[in-house]
């Protein structure tokens, strides 16, 4: 780049290449730096000063114009005036932005067809999850994506999880989503109290495993582990043949006889 740094009107380095981050040619930035020194100037002045050759510099000027970096007079002879770079730069970010913005929408528009369209052999729906930290982050997951409404069987070995999952029921409770949580009748005085702050609370006393039901079309049933520390089991599917399935299973406990209505 053929920029002067030895005299007083030097420009960096650094300067430099973060202009041509922006877009700017090597022709460019000496334009510009030249009309922010002469203020208004023909395009011959601008030449002369940049030491740029007169073939090129109506080139590098509409091409600043473009981008917003200079305005022009439409005088006998055309007059350029570089805009502050405040603005200009500001002009190039608000464009920049706008352009990602409509490369993002069109790269998500198409990849989210190929993923909605691929077929329902390469989609694998159903999972198993080992442990407690791989179930917990799912459920944490699961009930993050709720909309409508949440069902919820709490077996023992999910209780010491509450204060956890606490503050996601919470924000559920605050978006309007429904939510019905069944648990055993072990749970305290005060782990009673949070859950029926956030969710219509009924108990028995007997709970066979456990599990969550999303909007009846995600679903995390807890299975029996090993003897091994950290060895819990469950499935995560968005099967809806098994989700519904659980929701009536669920249901059915709801109401069952056995089962009571915490206040």
Known sequence: MQVQRRD???????????????????????????????????????????????????QALESLHRKGWVDVQKSRPVIFTARPPDAAIEELK???????????????????????????????DIWIMRGDNEIISRVKNLILNCRNEMLIALPPQLLPFTDQMMPLL?????????????????????????????????????????????????VILLLAGGEQVN???????????????AKDYFEFLWNSPGTNKVA
Do not use: C
């Open 8 to 58: 007083s009107m030097s420009f960096s380095e650094r300067a430099l290449a973060a202009l041509e981050e922006l877009g700017l040619t090597g022709t460019e930035i000496k334009a510009y730096v030249s009309l922010l020194r002469g203020g208004t100037m023909t395009a011959n002045d601008v030449s002369r000063q940049a030491r740029i050759p007169y073939s090129k510099v109506y």
């Open 94 to 124: 608000s464009k920049y932005d706008t352009e990602r913005r409509e490369k993002e929408q069109l790269a998500l528009k198409e990849l989210m067809g190929i993923y909605e369209n691929r077929g329902e052999q390469e989609k694998q």
């Open 170 to 218: 919470i924000a559920l409770k605050e978006r309007g989503v429904k939510s019905l949580i069944l648990t055993s009748t072990s749970p305290d005085g005060k782990e009673m109290e949070s859950l029926a702050r956030v969710a219509e609370l009924k108990t028995r006393k007997t709970m066979y495993g456990g599990g969550l039901i999303s909007d009846a079309r995600e």
């Open 231 to 245: 060895s819990s089991l469950a499935i995560w599917a968005d099967h809806h043949g098994l989700a519904s399935f």
